[in-house]
Structures are given as structure tokens and as C-alpha cells.
T-cell receptor, first 110, second 114 residues
């Protein structure tokens, strides 16, 4: 299957702690994206990292990409209750589409 | 807010019926993709339209069909509804006709088939 796989499936942390989510994939990619979804609503684009990049930052988010291991990680630093959501990695499919994993459900407790 | 809107927000239909879901793309975007998201799963690609033509299709039967209009708004039609069609349907718009770029998602339409 081309599907990406996020790990862990669920993560529960306290406010102020860091949260790390991982994504593995099986095909060659041009780039990898991370999206956030709040409680069954639409997805919000967080960050895109290209295959020739190793690390990218956006505010409290840090994404790494290791193409040799076909894996990526998303780090959220100093988490807040508002970060509670599901996080998905996605990469380009052959049909012009995005291929998503099953996501990591993050719960940040105040 | 992404500027992508979908209607209706929620919908309840009976097995065998037909449904039409609508999406209004972000201004200037010429590509729209539709995804189905079952509970607890990631979105699954249904199809994509680029300049009013179907540009790609996922593993969904022909009873899932779509249209894109000159103003780049879009419709997803599902005929002969089945219980397994119950899901969140998401549309996403973008500027170019290939993957590997940011997609802007609407809030989704929650379809329940009874």
C-alpha cells in the first residue's frame, strides 16, 4: 500500500510538553506535507518539506525528513491545549492527489 | 479559514438514494480534489478536476461522479447510496494540476446513510 503510516496512533501529554509524531512511507516522494484536523472538521495545512530538505521550522513546529529511511517527524514544542487535534502526514500520489496516513490523535491536557 | 466552502454541513440519506455535495474553491484555484474520510481513518482520494476535466481518480466506483464548473466550483454526486458511504466528504482546492503542493480544504460535509 502507498499509504503513509503515522506513529503513535494516539498521544496524550501535558500542556508545555513537546509532542513528537512520526510518519513512514514506502515510495519515492517529491515532498511531504503535514496537516492538522480538529475534531472531524477540515484539514489545515501546517508545513511542506521538499525531498532535498532535511529540516524545516514554522513557529513551534519542526519537521524533519529522512529520505533514506523514508520517514518524517513532526515536533510541536511547548504544546498548548489548542494543539489538541489529529495530525496527518501526506505525500503526492500518481493521480495528482495526496495520500494520507491514518493520523496521530494528540491530546494536550491543561 | 481557507476560503473553501462546502454545503451542506450535514446530510442524512437513505440507502439507495442519490446525493449531491457542493464545494466552492478558493479564489484563483483551478484544481479541486474530493476525499472521503471514514471515522478514525485518513482521507481517501476520490477524484480530482482540473479546468473542468477529471484529472485523476482513486479506487471508487463509477457511482461516484463529479463536475467542475467554469467558476471552479465543484459537485460530488453519489448514486445508489450504501451504508458504507457514511463518512466526512472533504473538498480541497489548489492552484496547479499536480500533487506536491499545498491543498486548501473545506470544512467537510458529514453524510450519514441509514
Amino acid at each position: 500500500s502507498q499509504q503513509g503510516e503515522e506513529d503513535p496512533q494516539a498521544l496524550s501529554i501535558q500542556e508545555g510538553e513537546n509532542a513528537t509524531m512520526n510518519c513512514s512511507y514506502k515510495t519515492s516522494i517529491n515532498n511531504l506535507q503535514w496537516y492538522r484536523q480538529n475534531s472531524g472538521r477540515g484539514l489545515v495545512h501546517l508545513i511542506l518539506i521538499r525531498s532535498n530538505e532535511r529540516e524545516k521550522h514554522s513557529g513551534r513546529l519542526r519537521v524533519t525528513l529522512d529520505t533514506s529511511k523514508k520517514s518524517s517527524s513532526l515536533l510541536i514544542t511547548a504544546s498548548r491545549a489548542a494543539d489538541t487535534a489529529s495530525y496527518f502526514c501526506a505525500f503526492g500520489g500518481s493521480q495528482g492527489n495526496l495520500i494520507f496516513g491514518k493520523g496521530t490523535k494528540l491530546s494536550v491536557k491543561p | 479559514e481557507t476560503g473553501v466552502t462546502q454545503s451542506p454541513t450535514h446530510l442524512i440519506k437513505t440507502r439507495g438514494q442519490q446525493v449531491t455535495l457542493r464545494c466552492s474553491s478558493q479564489s484563483g484555484h483551478n484544481t479541486v480534489s474530493w476525499y472521503q474520510q471514514a471515522l478514525g481513518q485518513g482521507p481517501q482520494f476520490i477524484f480530482q478536476y482540473y479546468r473542468e476535466e477529471e484529472n485523476g481518480r482513486g479506487n471508487f466506483p463509477p457511482r461516484f461522479s463529479g463536475l467542475q464548473f467554469p467558476n471552479y466550483s465543484s459537485e460530488l454526486n453519489v448514486n445508489a447510496l450504501e451504508l458504507d458511504d457514511s463518512a466526512l466528504y472533504l473538498c480541497a482546492s489548489s492552484l496547479v494540476g499536480t500533487s506536491g503542493y499545498e491543498q486548501y480544504f473545506g470544512p467537510g460535509t458529514r453524510l450519514t446513510v441509514t
